[in-house]
């Protein structure tokens, strides 16, 4: 079983930068594809990033290529989503997965609770 916990989401103005963490549990993170996922309000969950294991090959979605990174450091059992020049369709909450496969799935095997991001014009 692995748990995610997600933390750095808030409120930030149009233009401006976030970075999510998500800390997941136990001893195999470098074994797990991990991503990142988002859902706004009425409309259903997207995929956003991911990254695979070692960290060589990454995964953007069309509309944050150019804006958001994703990265991870394996040694401390975390993954990174650096989000610059935030827009107000970029409000949602946002939700890391692992899975044990190279790349990410539509339903990976693990979710993170969410965490709110909040995009004011």
């Known amino acids: 079983q692995v748990q995610l916990v997600e933390s750095g989401g808030g409120a930030v103005q149009a233009g401006g930068s976030l970075r999510l963490s998500c800390v997941a549990s136990g001893r195999t993170f470098n074994y797990f594809a991990m991503g990142w996922f988002r859902q706004a309000p009425g409309k259903e969950r997207e995929f956003v990033a991911a990254?695979?294991?070692?960290?060589?090959?990454?995964y953007n979605e069309g509309s944050v290529k150019g804006r958001f990174t994703i990265s991870r450091e394996n040694a401390k059992n975390t993954v990174y989503l650096q989000m610059n020049s935030l827009n107000t369709e970029d409000t949602a909450v946002y939700y890391c997965?692992?899975?044990?496969?190279?790349?990410?799935?539509?339903?990976?095997?693990?979710w993170g609770q969410g965490t709110q991001v909040t995009v004011s014009s």
């Open positions: 997965a692992a899975d044990r496969g190279i790349t990410m799935p539509e339903n990976p095997d693990y």
């Open positions: 990254i695979t294991g070692t960290g060589r090959r990454t």
